[in-house]
């Protein structure tokens, strides 16, 4: 215990922590500059000075820290006389240009000089300029009001990781500059802007545009992009968003953001959004009302039903979307339509592995904080870059390493490229076998843990039958690492889904934690990958995870329901796309999802979907997928209703209203009006009417209220236990046999700076990553020819594209990565697939391509 | 790039620290022989060759007032004019220096003869004024003193 | 008084090691190798060696902090940074006698329970560079530094580590920021070098001279060498000497030696005969003496009791021709190039002086610019992150305080 006085009140800590940490607690502010929550201690501004008895200096409250008996006073005469004569020399050369700046009105340096109000106009002498500068797209850097508190580059170095920026100059020739000295090219998470106490690093997005007074409203929501779910605050003025920021008290992410999340929202007030229903008219898509779209959906899926049986219609619901909507879309599926034919294309990724990893290992074993990742010892990452696929969580993997955790890699992950202990590279799309000789020797060296039955005896077979590895370097250490620390975690990017044979690096992901008693993280590249399995929009399994075949379950669901649930299982994604090409699906209704983008082969799954006797798409832009539908229902986007999302960690999250629109309907009530003229009545007014229903049907929702989520700490398992058994038995699969002795293979590459097409229509993003560029790894470049900024065409069997050469030294296998996030410009167009048998997920492996310069 | 002889030579020096970093300032000395200056080619460099964040290493680099980041003169003069060596006229010796070779402080000769700094105390106050031309010192300077020596330098 | 730390280093050749040897030279390390490391650090304390970076901290308590600390390794750096103006004392040890601080270090590092030592040296001294790299590679060959230190399983080794211009870097927080590859900002103490030194683990920071002490402390015993030199600071010293004397140079004298004798009986008296006027008897950034308070004796307890300070013994002298505007001026761009720029006042004051004093001195000095000159001075003096700040404004302090009426001068004639 440590027993202090600050300011004559007596403040008892148990911990030793600063005296301005303690002074805060006690409720008493000490003015900072430099200082800041996120960062370690800095003292450079000298602003938070303190009179501590028996010491002979004044003392920096940031830096100090307590010690028993220590009495410290933080405001006097003499200690204002300081902090007036410290903002002085900040005012000497900075520009006097408030009324200009666009941070005025929430500048630190403004608020502590109206506080302080040092004496002015004794400095006679010229000030330093530099000019402003505006060579990057993004971050405007004014140089001249900066006053060197280092907050941005510590930022960018210490939390972000990106050391992006840095402090050019000694003395007062320092400035902030990227090390380009112009743009930034950087991670562009924005972070250096947030901590800005002053107006020196402004959004290129805002500036000019409004003044923090200005603001009509701030609503505090979730980043709609991708499955960590970062809590941020969206600021509105005439129903438009002026600007999206990050609160440090705030959500899983405390202050942090990324690219997507900071600089994104723009998608939403763009003007190519979709305005009134369309309706194909002659062939072409004509603007029609929402009463003849609607009648027109019912009438179609209602003759389908009636004609070929609920059996062939099929739905598609989305990540995107909340779990009300997704909730209400595989009840208006199966109580309206008739059919448990429900899928996403998460099929492609997240939902195949989450249903695989808790059929072998139980529900909620991927239910694991982001947070805690900061806490282990090992990091194994597994099937991409966890720092583009979900860069906030990707944080915690770098701060892990800079407490010391070792951070294993295994294939590329260029996030990591300096935050990792060791890389082990398999031989092309050769990780399953990597995977499962690991399980295989971590079995031989730990033996069989006996919780399981299925796995274990799955582990011994597997271990029976052996499997061949080609001497990948580092192996070795990989696996002794591994045996040999205590707090592991694994964390699983979808590559490794999309395979063939993905089930078996599935098997040994499972084998591996079960073993080694890991914490397992399953990457999510949209934001509610969860909430939509939750919801029940699969084939397989009713809201809540329960499995459609147990009538018992089925049972109470049509009680509450009241109506019949089909009993059989029904098609997955690629099923119900088999279905419409062979005309056993006639009618599909696709919520929210571009499945003729977002899967590969797009012109065959085009192809598929126009041989539908009917399609209704709902969405907020007119998509590849909408335009050949038969009616486009314009749907609200986020910010624009109320709903919840659940994220990777099973965190389940309000997204708020913020704007009024007087465009399309939220995507629940879109449905619930085509059910009701379908005949089956759903009486919601509001979103919240539907988390009602949802806490009361779905086990997994018990007693949740927005209430109760908006405290931002609803995690799984909410109330209950496991609602869902585990597997007796490994479902059989097969290995692949094919050999990858092609020069170069196609892969998709996963931008840190786009997700789908959304961020396509915010213009940041596409100022920051405005094409497509074939990425390849330096021997990549060197076997053909290649260099940076090369023009060539590469070609696939299904088709060919042109674009520029980039070279990234952090790929290091013969994969050339394409991004599939520019309209028309795809890579999964180029691709074939073949399905997974277990997983029934698209293998998109071993896409040899041929490249050519021009 | 580095070629083969200059990579080890920075890997030899990596090997005398426990963190790369450390290798940091003396690799920067190694590309400023090789390039002629610290340019963003050189940076690039010693960010790569250490896997070291190209920012930092710029920040540092820029931190240090012996790196250079502009093209320089054959040779380097280095006067000293701080309080020991002004004490004993080293001001007026770097007027001289100025006029005589056409070399403003800070500066290269159109001719690119000779580049020119202030120094600060380089630890010759003994027998001020000094100066550094390159690597060499030269000491109890004089007008005549500096002809004579920066004859040396072609 | 025999010459300890300059013994025989003007045969031309003493930087050799056969010549170092032949002295006498590494016979220090022979017997420490025979002692106990807690032996060693007894006699160090015994001695009475204060650090001669400056600060004069004890060199056997700071060294029992570092042992005291259960993290290892730990690593001992020899600070040759060697920046402050008027400074030179470290430079004829490094260049005329490597082998005495080569062979100090390793009996340092033996009482540290230290594998591994490093020279930050200024990158301003290229040829004491080469001559330090020559004489470890001797070293190494006879068996004084690398795994089995004189066959008794001992191990040290050294490396030269060249600093690239930068005065902060000789404070030892920044030096150890250098050293790690970094931007050169002093660190937040504490935690102190001691626990969390270069790469977070205990190390021992002493100047080249300190270290260079320790051979004779071994081979006289502690109690022998505190009889040299002043009482509660005892040992020699190095002076370097330097502006308006007749005979600059570098004198090895009892520590406690006056400043009148420093300046007339050794160095010559004042150039020409003139009158002096000031002293910055330990380098610019210790407080300016006048000529009525030299017979001060100079050591680290007895300085401050005079008004000043010892630092590192850099005796600046200046005679009635010189104008202090002019040295004001001069010594305040020094401090203004040299900050860091990590905290506001210094960063920030260190400009704002300078500016004045550039125009006082050039003549466009104003009324009022000597209230300013010392309001600035005075925000500037205790509010900064390091000591150099504190340097800079106790500069124009000073020189307000002894020469105000030369500054009135300039003004006045504006
Ligand atoms: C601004 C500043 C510059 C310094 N420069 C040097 C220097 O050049 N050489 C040195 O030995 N100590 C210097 N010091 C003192 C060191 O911080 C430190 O006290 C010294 O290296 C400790 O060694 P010692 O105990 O042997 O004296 C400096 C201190 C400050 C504040
Ligand atoms: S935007 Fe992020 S990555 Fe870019 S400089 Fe700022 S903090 Fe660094
Ligand atoms: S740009 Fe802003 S955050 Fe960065 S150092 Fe300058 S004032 Fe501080
Ligand atoms: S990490 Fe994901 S949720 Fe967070 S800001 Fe980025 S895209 Fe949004
Ligand atoms: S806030 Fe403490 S020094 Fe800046
Ligand atoms: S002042 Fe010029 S060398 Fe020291």
């Known amino acids: 215990m440590i027993t202090l006085t600050i300011n004559e009140k007596e403040i008892t800590l148990d911990k030793p922590v600063t005296v301005l940490e303690a002074a805060r607690r006690a409720g008493i502010k000490v003015p900072t500059l430099c200082h800041h929550e996120a960062l370690k201690p800095y003292g450079g501004c000298r602003l938070c000075v303190v009179e501590v008895e028996k010491m002979p200096r004044l003392q920096t409250a940031c830096t100090l820290t307590v010690a028993d008996g220590m009495v410290v006073t933080t405001e006097s005469e003499a200690i204002s006389k300081v902090r007036r004569g410290i903002l002085e020399f900040l005012l000497i050369n900075h520009p006097l240009d408030c009324p200009y700046c666009d941070k005025a ?127 941020l605050v969206v600021q509105v003025r005439d129903d438009s968003i002026k600007r999206v920021v990050p609160r440090f008290d705030l959500g899983l992410n405390r202050g942090l953001l990324c690219s997507r999340g900071r600089f994104g929202y723009e998608y939403i007030s763009s003007p190519e959004r979709l305005k009134t229903p369309l309706v194909r008219k002659n062939g072409r898509l004509e603007e029609s009302t929402w009463s003849e779209a609607l009648s027109l959906v019912a009438e179609k899926l209602g003759q389908i039903k009636s004609r070929d049986g609920g059996t062939a219609i099929a739905g598609i619901s989305s990540p995107r979307c909340c779990n009300e909507d997704n909730y209400v879309f595989q009840k208006f599926m199966r109580m309206t339509c008739g059919t448990n034919n429900i899928d996403t294309v998460s099929r492609t990724g997240f939902a195949s592995a989450q249903k695989y990893f808790e059929d072998l290992l139980g529900q909620g074993i991927t239910a694991n904080m982001i947070d805690g990742l900061k806490n282990s010892d090992v990091i194994l990452v597994l099937g991409g870059d966890p720092a583009a696929i979900n860069p906030v969580l990707g944080l915690s993997i770098r701060e892990a390493f800079r407490r010391g955790a070792k951070v294993l890699v295994v294939g590329n992950a260029k996030g990591l490229e300096r935050y990792k202990t060791l890389q082990v590279m398999p031989e092309v799309f050769r990780e399953a076998d990597v995977l499962e000789s690991l399980l295989i020797e971590i079995y031989g060296a730990r033996g069989i843990r006996g919780e399981k039955p299925a796995l274990d005896s799955g582990i011994r077979e597997l271990s029976e ?12 250490e990989l696996r002794m690492t591994l045996l040999e620390s205590v707090s592991i975690s694994i964390v699983f990017g979808p590559d490794l889904v999309q395979r063939a044979d993905g089930h078996r690096s599935l098997f040994a992901v499972s084998g591996l934690t079960y073993l080694l008693e890991a914490r397992l993280y399953l990457l999510s590249e949209k934001p509610n990958e969860q909430g939509v399995i939750d919801a029940g929009c699969a084939p397989d399994m009713l809201p809540g995870g329960r499995p459609l075949s147990v009538q018992e379950f089925r049972r109470k669901f049509e009680q509450s329901w009241n109506g019949a649930i089909p009993s059989d299982d029904g098609m997955t994604l690629f099923e119900m796309i088999e279905g419409a090409a062979n005309g056993k699906i006639k009618g599909m209704y696709i919520m929210g999802e571009n499945p003729v983008f977002n899967l590969p082969n797009g012109s065959y799954i085009k192809e598929a979907l126009k041989a539908l006797d009917f399609l209704a798409v709902q969405d907020i832009f007119l998509t590849d ?51 009701g003229r379908m005949g089956y009545e759903m009486n919601y007014k509001e979103a919240a009417d539907v988390m009602e229903e949802m806490a009361k049907v779905s086990p997994l929702y018990r007693d949740l209220t927005y209430h109760e989520i908006g405290k931002g700490d609803c995690l799984w ?56 560029a074939l990425r390849i790894g330096t021997g990549t470049a060197e076997k053909g020819g290649l260099k940076d900024g090369d023009k060539v065409q590469f070609s696939t069997r299904t088709g060919s594209r042109e674009a520029f050469v980039s070279i990234d030294d952090a790929i290091r296998d013969n994969r050339v990565y394409f991004s599939n996030n520019f309209r028309g410009r795809g890579a999964l167009d180029l691709m074939t697939y073949n399905i997974d048998k277990v997983t029934k997920a698209a293998g998109i492996e071993g896409c040899e391509v041929k490249i050519k310069k021009l | 790039m580095f070629n083969d002889t200059v990579l080890k030579e920075i890997d030899d020096i990596r090997a005398r620290y426990p963190e790369r970093r450390s290798a940091l ?130 | 008084m025999e010459k300890i730390l300059l013994k025989n280093t003007d045969t031309g050749n003493s930087a050799d090691i056969n010549e170092y040897v032949k002295a006498g030279g590494y016979r220090g390390l022979s017997k420490a190798l025979g002692l106990q490391p807690g032996d060693i650090v007894d006699e160090v304390k015994k001695s009475g060696l204060r650090g001669r970076g400056g600060a004069g901290f004890p060199t056997g308590m700071k060294w029992s902090f570092a042992i005291a600390d259960p993290k290892s390794p730990k690593y001992l750096v020899c600070n040759a940074d060697e920046g402050e103006p008027g400074t030179f004392k470290d430079r004829p040890i490094l260049e005329k006698n490597p082998h005495l601080l080569i062979e100090g270090m390793v009996i340092s590092a033996y009482a540290l329970g230290s594998e591994r030592g490093y020279i930050y040296l200024r990158g301003e001294y290229p040829r004491a560079k080469e001559i330090l790299d020559r004489a470890i590679d001797e070293a190494r060959e006879k068996n004084f530094l690398g795994d089995n230190i004189t066959g008794k399983g001992i191990k040290f080794d050294l490396t030269v580590y060249q600093g690239a211009g930068a005065y902060i870097c000789g404070e030892e ?48 015993g502690g109690e022998a060498y505190s009889k040299i030199g002043s009482k509660f600071c005892p040992g020699p010293k190095l002076f370097s000497v330097s502006g308006r004397v007749e005979k600059p140079g570098v004198y090895e004298l009892p520590m406690g030696t006056s400043l009148r004798d420093i300046i007339y009986a050794h160095a010559g008296g004042i150039k020409g005969g003139k009158k002096l006027k000031a002293v910055f008897p330990g380098g610019v950034s210790t407080p300016l003496l006048t000529a009525d308070s030299i017979d001060c004796a100079m050591d680290f307890v007895s300085m401050p009791k005079a008004g000043s300070m010892l630092g590192s013994g850099a005796v600046i002298v200046m005679d009635e021709s010189v104008c202090m505007v002019r040295v004001a001026y001069r010594t305040l761009k020094f401090f203004e190039h040299e900050s860091c720029g990590k905290c506001v006042p210094c960063r920030e004051g260190t400009e704002w002086l300078r500016k004045i004093l550039e125009r006082v001195e050039g003549g466009r000095g104003r009324n009022g610019d000597i209230e300013l000159l010392s309001d600035v001075a005075e925000n500037i003096s205790g509010k900064t992150f390091c000591p150099l700040g504190d340097a800079a404004a106790g500069v124009v302090a000073g020189m307000l305080k002894n020469f105000r009426n030369e500054f009135e001068e300039h003004i006045k004639n504006a």
């Open chain 1, 105 to 231: 009105g929430e500048c630190e340096l403004q608020d502590m000089v109206d506080k302080y109000g040092p004496t002015v106009g004794r400095f006679g002498e010229e000030k330093r300029k530099v000019p402003e500068s505006h060579k990057d797209h993004i971050l405007a850097r004014n140089m001249e009001r900066c006053i060197v508190c280092t907050r941005c580059v510590r930022m960018c170095g210490e939390v972000q990781g990106a050391s992006a920026i840095s402090i050019i100059g000694r003395g007062n020739r320092s400035r902030m500059e990227p090390f380009s000295s112009a743009a930034f090219d950087c991670e562009y998470c924005g972070n250096c802007l947030t901590v800005c106490p002053v107006g020196a690093i402004l959004s290129r997005l805002y500036i000019h545009s409004f003044r923090p007074w200005q603001l009509d409203k701030e609503v505090e929501t979730v980043c709609p992009y991708c499955g960590v779910g970062c809590s």
């Open chain 1, 465 to 476: 039958r052996g499997c061949e590895r080609t001497g990948e370097r580092d192996f070795d």
């Open chain 1, 625 to 675: 997928t909408a335009e050949i539908a038969d009616v486009v229902l314009p749907a609200k986007g986020w910010t624009e209703k109320t709903g919840t999302v659940t994220n990777l960690e099973r965190r389940v999250q309000l997204q708020k209203k913020a704007v009024e629109t007087m465009f399309g309907m939220e995507d629940w009530r879109i449905i619930s009006e085509v059910s």
């Open chain 1, 717 to 772: 398992p909410y109330h209950g236990e496991p609602l869902r058994g585990e597997m007796k038995t490994v479902p059989e699969g097969a290995a692949m046999e094919r050999d990858y002795t092609e020069d170069f293979y196609l892969s998709v590459e996963r931008p840190l700076f786009h997700s789908g097409t959304l961020s396509g229509k915010s213009p940041a993003l596409m100022k920051i990553y405005p094409e497509p």
């Open chain 2, 25 to 154: 300032l003396p690799s920067l000395y190694i590309a400023q022989k090789e390039f002629g200056h610290l340019s963003s080619e050189a940076l690039l460099c010693v960010a790569k060759t250490l896997n070291l964040p190209e920012a930092d290493v710029r920040g540092a680099a820029s931190f240090y007032s012996m790196y250079r980041h502009k093209p320089l003169g054959r040779h380097l003069i280095q006067l000293c004019t701080n309080v020991s060596c002004m004490l004993l006229g080293s001001e007026k010796l770097a007027d001289f220096i100025s006029e005589k070779f056409r070399v403003e402080p800070g500066g290269t000769s159109a001719d690119g003869r000779f580049s020119f700094v202030i120094m600060e105390c380089i630890g010759a106050c003994g027998t001020a004024p000094a100066m550094l031309v390159d690597t060499d010192f030269y000491d109890n300077l004089s007008e005549e003193g500096i002809v004579e020596i920066l004859e040396k330098y072609k």
């Open chain 3, 173 to 220: 927080t920044t030096l150890l920021e250098s050293l790690e590859g970094k931007r050169g900002l002093p660190r937040n103490r504490p935690p102190f070098p001691v626990n969390t030194g270069a790469w977070g683990k205990p190390t021992i920071v002493n100047n080249v001279e300190t270290l260079s002490n320790v051979p004779s402390i071994i081979e006289r």
